[in-house]
């Protein structure tokens, strides 16, 4: 197992006004953007666009906020 390495993706950001529901599973080096909602259960593997609502799983956009 030490032979595999180790592989580090990057931090999670999370933007300012972000709604996250229950359960959200968040991958290493995923950005979570400004106005976003994250469903409850959803499994997020690639950055959220601002002002949109995802779910899933992986997690895609369901339709965009109005700003």
Same mark, same amino acid.
């Given at each position: 197992?030490?032979?595999?390495?180790?592989?580090?993706?990057g &931090? $999670?950001?999370?933007?300012?006004? +972000?709604? %996250?529901?229950?359960?959200v599973t %968040?991958l290493?080096?995923?950005t979570i @953007?400004t106005?976003? %909602? %994250?469903g409850? @259960?959803?499994?997020?593997?690639?950055? +959220? &666009?601002?002002?949109? $609502? +995802?779910?899933?799983?992986p997690? !895609?956009? $369901?339709?965009y906020r !109005?700003?």
């Open positions: 197992m030490v032979e595999q390495g180790f592989y580090d993706a &931090p $999670i950001t999370i933007e300012d006004d +972000v709604w %996250i529901g229950a359960r %968040i290493a080096g995923v @953007g106005g976003s %909602i %994250i409850a @259960g959803s499994v997020v593997t690639k950055d +959220v &666009p601002r002002y949109s $609502i +995802v779910a899933g799983n997690a !895609k956009v $369901i339709r !109005k700003n």
